[in-house]
């Protein structure tokens, strides 16, 4: 992975994190361990790779994936904040799918390597630039744990007067073998089908045949993934619904991040807010939005 981001090391942080920087500049976090290997990339603190040690990546990553800062990253973990979607009616018009904060420079805040686990804290905090798109004072914070399983913890503070709203995603992409290979449970049978103007649907039994945009309504806690190569576990915490994405081949071929091939070995199974309202939090007051992946059993 560190071949295909084609990565240069500029120094070693801690006894399991380097700082390394790409061609175009943007700097990444290479986090080495005993049992797993991570790569994060501070722009959109987003989570492009893990893998426990010897083994085939559990996230996906486009090939086309573009790598220089001028949009969010195709593929590992995005961060969908501070809306899911398009932006809602009480956003406004013309704003940036999906929020801002998957294509935003984040700060390291710190590191702590710990015999059981590494941890890295980020954030993002209110500017003119975030403040231009959503009128309103933040701190977002995220927490990735990385050891023999990976968590997120996206926190969102309200450092401001007023209480605002917000909606969002960890908006993983998961590496599959092949389509007819995935299976999911735990998602529910009910959903919104956004290919079909979020009709209300039912299906019992998930099966990946065509292409799939689709917010589950009423998910169990915990959601289990089979992917052909590994059982995964997802512990959601706070979400109010998994959205469950794959754009198949005509979808892919629409967007210019998405290799062609890539639709074939990938599930996005996403742990969401996407409730119209979305949480509101009130100031000085925080919410949080998180997920643990691990094996099954
Ligand atoms: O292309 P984007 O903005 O990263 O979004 C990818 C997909 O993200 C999913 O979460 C949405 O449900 C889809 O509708 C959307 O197409």
Not at 35 to 62: D, K, N, Q, R
Request: charged residues 20%; proline residues 4%.
């Amino acid at each position: 992975m560190q071949e295909q981001l084609q990565l240069t090391t500029l120094r070693q942080l801690t006894a399991s994190v380097t700082l390394a920087r790409n061609a175009a500049g943007m700097e990444f976090l290479v986090v080495k361990r005993q049992e797993s290997e991570a790569i994060i990339s501070l722009f959109g603190a987003h989570v492009l790779h893990y893998a426990p040690a010897g083994e085939s990546p559990w996230l996906w990553l486009s090939k086309d994936a573009i790598l220089d800062g001028s949009r969010g990253i195709r593929g590992g973990i995005p961060l969908c904040w501070p809306w899911f979607g398009p932006a809602p009616a009480r956003v406004g018009a013309g704003k940036p799918q999906h929020g801002f904060a998957r294509s935003m420079h984040w700060q390291l805040d710190g590191i702590n390597d710990l015999q059981e686990s590494t941890l890295l804290h980020m954030s993002l905090h209110a500017s003119d630039e975030s403040r231009a798109i959503w009128p309103h004072n933040f701190t977002l914070e995220l927490d990735i744990c990385i050891s023999n399983e990976l968590t997120l913890l996206l926190n969102s503070i309200n450092t401001d007067s007023t209480s605002w709203c917000y909606s969002g995603a960890l908006h993983t992409y998961f590496e599959s073998v092949a389509t007819e290979q995935v299976h999911i449970d735990g998602i529910g049978a009910i959903y919104a089908d956004k290919l079909q103007q979020g009709k209300q649907c039912e299906e019992q039994a998930f099966a990946l045949t065509g292409p799939v945009d689709r917010v589950y309504l009423h998910p169990e806690h915990q959601v289990l993934l089979r992917t052909g190569t590994t059982d995964l576990l997802l512990d959601n915490h706070n979400a109010d619904s998994i959205v469950v994405w794959n754009p198949w081949h005509q979808g892919a071929a629409g967007m210019v991040d998405f290799d062609n091939e890539g639709w074939k070995t990938m599930i996005c199974v996403e742990t969401a807010i996407t409730a119209a309202d979305g949480v509101e939090v009130a100031p000085d007051e925080q919410h949080l939005l998180g997920v643990t992946i691990k094996r099954n059993g």
